[in-house]
């Protein structure tokens, strides 16, 4: 008897709660700021109640340094603001994707699971964003990622979707299109080559940047003489140096990643046609501290995202030591901290506040505000979002390892070449 | 299919064709057209002209050096197989522990004037630790997680020694980090030499020596002493040895200690070619040393060597022999397919591997 007599109370007050919620709207006709959630859903944050941005980055295993750099980033963004957005404090839930396509569903399914989170920022790899946005995209939470670079997850920028390109993606990083072009342009017109050879080995990242890279060569008119690939776990490169030393390449672009280019550039010393380190050139995969120390290295270029100038990165950076104790770790702190900014200011425009504060943030509304973006000014550049979620004002460097510099921040600094496209 | 009553008319040959039974038919298939694409695909690369004459030797040198490191480590797994029956899956771990034996040993020594004024000299005493290191941990590994499971199922000690490779690789991983270790250069080692038209990188020519000079004295020591003896009367049947005054716990224990040695060196000589490794590194190479031992037939000292150097040139060669030619692009990837693809085909053409196994009393 009990059991009946505790339902009556509850049943009592909902349908009082459902009267009221029903009668609501005539008692305010006169509010401007009527809110229906549009099709996706809105979160409702009630009064007090913190802001949830969910975040999937690499915060163990191998890259684990991509991660860090970027959650890092992201506290910064949040604590310039006071740590409150509208009035309510921000709070983020960081899910760890390891860098690995089964990490980004699981960090996705943990922040669908949670109906607070209305944004996400992340992930950190290309191979983890794929399937974590096919989750986020199905429950219409905008996600801004701060350092994937393949043109898969976006488009060709040349109006082609990409055929991982989700709904509610965007993107502050360049697209590796631009990073091919921006070594093939250097390669072709900087050194003078007119034949490539390119080395990948499977990952969408890799294979993306080498077949871009080879695309813009041929455009340019230089000849892509062999495009090749080895596979991750290799460490016997002799082979396919040979074949590489058989096609007389001015220039071999290898955008992998160590051990397996730590093996090409020992054994490709033993190759008279390879022995010229000034014939090698790598990308922002193998930009680490562990690399350039390898003496084969020297002399050999490297393209990666440009390190921001101006004052505001200069404070950014001198905060991120004085809370981290170490300067940035990684490249792509800067496009995170603007990933970060670019949505908590989607929110500022779309949250639609109640009279008691509750804060209503419509999905839909914050992914076409993203959409919308039109020159954000961040540290990374201005950022203007096109219809796939590329956002990025992508400048690459070109960098040379040469013996004057011993660490990873002077070959950083040690810049030949700026590319920007469209100039 | 076989016992049909009515055999077809025609000439003998083709009453044979429709006399297989389907699956023999099939396997017929597979090995003409296997035969078929190998020939395609390598008349094609030679004729393209794509690689020089002095390219394809290149990669006939850098099969053989890859293939003897592969066939010292399948000596172990063949020698155990012999006595054992048994798969030991940690024994790649073995290897890896040799490699970075040599490592540490070699770091050590690299400042020193013996490694200046005698390099060969300082690189046999990494070679003795090497060896030493690597066959204790293998003597560790019969005595704590074999011996104990002697004589239960076969399946037990095979999960132990999966069991073992991981703690093996995960307490090299907590003791000396997961970072890749960089091997010192060794000067002497720098360069190539010219034998017959052959260009010859010195770190392989001593990899080559001595991979034959340890297969020699292995062979000697298998044939010619009383251990050796009593090795072959365990594999041959184990209670008649016993029988015959034999310790088999103890030779049982002396074959650990020798294929450990011997994977041990390996460990060393693939530090010095590729100058890196890390707690992974024994991973792959063990597989594809298990690999050759099957392919050279298990249990046979010989033909672990001979598996070895088939694989390691099949590997070397694969690629652009025969995936170039058949305008395969990015061919190298598929290194490991086309090693894998050469064991399925002896095994198809030879099922028990290039030699025969050797293999006393009940098969495994």
Redesign the interface.
């Known amino acids: 008897m009990s059991g009946h007599r505790s339902l009556v109370a509850p049943a009592v007050i909902s349908v009082i709660a459902l009267i009221a919620a029903a009668c609501a709207p005539d008692d305010e006709e006169a509010a401007p700021e009527e809110f229906s959630p549009g099709p996706l859903g809105a979160v409702t944050v009630a009064p007090d109640d913190p802001i949830m941005i969910g975040v999937i980055q690499a915060i163990s295993g191998d890259t684990a340094s991509l991660g860090v750099d970027q959650v890092r980033a992201i506290d910064l963004a949040i604590a310039d603001r006071g740590g409150e957005l509208l009035g309510h404090p921000v709070e983020t839930q960081v899910e760890d994707d390891a860098c690995l396509a089964e990490g980004g569903t699981t960090a996705a399914q943990a922040l669908v699971a949670n109906p607070q989170v209305m944004g996400v920022l992340g992930t950190s790899c290309s191979g983890a964003a794929v399937p974590a946005m096919e989750i986020l995209a199905e429950t219409g939470i905008a996600t801004i990622s701060g350092s994937n670079t393949s043109p898969a997850l976006t488009s060709d920028l040349e109006g082609t979707q990409g055929a991982a390109n989700q709904p509610g993606y965007f993107r502050t990083s360049h697209n590796d299109v631009v990073q091919g072009q921006a070594a093939a342009e250097f390669a072709f017109t900087e050194l003078g080559a007119q034949r490539a050879a390119t080395i990948h080995d499977g990952d969408p990242y890799t294979e993306g940047l080498a077949t871009a890279f080879g695309t813009s060569f041929t455009e340019l008119g230089g000849e892509v003489v062999l495009a090749t690939a080895i596979s991750k776990g290799d460490t016997d490169m002799r082979p396919v140096l040979t074949e590489v030393a058989a096609a007389t390449p001015d220039i071999v672009f290898f955008p992998i990643f160590q051990p397996e280019a730590d093996f090409i550039v020992q054994q490709a010393k033993d190759f008279p046609a390879l022995a010229e380190t000034q014939k090698m050139m790598g990308a922002d995969g193998l930009l680490s501290d562990t690399f350039v120390v390898i003496p084969q290295t020297e002399g050999m270029y490297f393209s990666g995202p440009a390190t921001p100038t101006g004052s505001a990165y200069e404070d950014f950076v001198a905060a991120y030591q004085a809370e981290f104790g170490e300067a940035p770790i990684q490249a792509f702190h800067a496009h995170s901290y603007d990933a970060a900014n670019m949505l908590m200011d989607a929110v500022e425009e779309v949250a639609v506040e109640e009279d008691d504060g509750t804060l209503q943030i419509d999905r839909q509304a914050l992914m076409d505000q993203l959409y919308a973006t039109e020159d954000f000014e961040g540290l990374t550049g201005t950022l203007t979002c096109d219809e796939f979620g590329d956002c990025a004002d992508p400048k690459i460097d070109i960098v040379q390892n040469t013996a004057e510099q011993q660490t990873i921040d002077q070959v950083r600094g040690n810049v030949l070449f700026t590319f920007e496209p469209g100039e | 299919m076989a016992e049909t009553p009515l055999a077809p008319k025609g000439p003998l040959a083709a009453r044979r064709v429709l006399q297989l039974p389907l699956v023999d038919g099939f396997l017929w298939v597979v090995r003409i057209s296997a035969v078929v694409v190998i020939v395609v695909g390598a008349y094609n690369s030679l004729t393209s002209g ?3 004459g002095q ?1 394809w030797r ?2 006939i040198v ?2 053989i050096a ?1 293939g003897s490191i592969y066939g010292l480590i399948a000596l172990g797994y063949s020698m155990v197989y012999g006595v054992l029956r048994f798969i030991n899956f940690a024994h790649g771990e073995v290897f890896m522990i040799g490699a970075m034996t040599g490592y540490y040993v070699s770091s050590a020594l690299s400042g020193t004037a013996l490694w200046r004024s005698a390099p060969f000299a300082g690189l046999f005493v990494v070679l003795l630790c090497c060896m030493t290191m690597s066959a204790l941990v293998a003597l560790g590994l019969e005595r704590i997680a074999y011996r104990p499971l002697r004589g239960k199922p076969r399946l037990i000690p095979f999960i132990t020694a999966i069991g073992a490779s991981f703690f093996l690789q995960y307490t090299v991983a907590t003791l000396f980090g997961v ?2 270790k ?1 091997y010192p250069a060794v000067p002497v080692l720098d360069g ?1 030499i010219s034998v017959g038209g052959f260009r010859i ?1 010195r770190v392989h020519l001593l990899v080559i020596v001595a991979a034959v000079v340890m297969m020699i004295a292995l062979y000697f020591y298998i044939e010619k002493t009383r251990a050796g003896r009593a090795m072959r009367a365990v594999a041959e049947d184990q209670e008649t040895a016993r029988l015959m005054g034999i310790d088999v716990d103890r030779t049982i224990a002396r074959v650990f200690a020798v294929g450990g040695a011997m994977a041990g060196a390996a460990g060393l000589l ?1 530090g010095l070619v ?3 490794v ?1 707690f992974f ?1 024994g991973f ?1 190479p063990g597989i594809k040393a298990f690999t050759s031992a099957v392919l050279g037939g298990i249990g046979n000292i010989l033909g672990a060597m001979v598996g070895g150097l088939t694989l390691g040139s099949v ?3 694969g ?2 022999l025969v995936l ?1 030619g058949l305008d395969i ?8 397919v086309v090693a894998f693809s050469a064991l399925v085909l002896v095994l198809i053409f030879r099922p028990t591997g290039i030699l025969g196994e050797r293999v006393g009393g009940e098969r495994g």
């Open positions: 794509r690689l020089s390219q290149d990669l850098f099969g890859q970072d890749v960089a190539s990188l693939f590729f100058q890196n890390n590194s792959l590997e070397s060669l690629p652009s170039s692009p990015a061919a190298h990837q598929l290194k490991d």
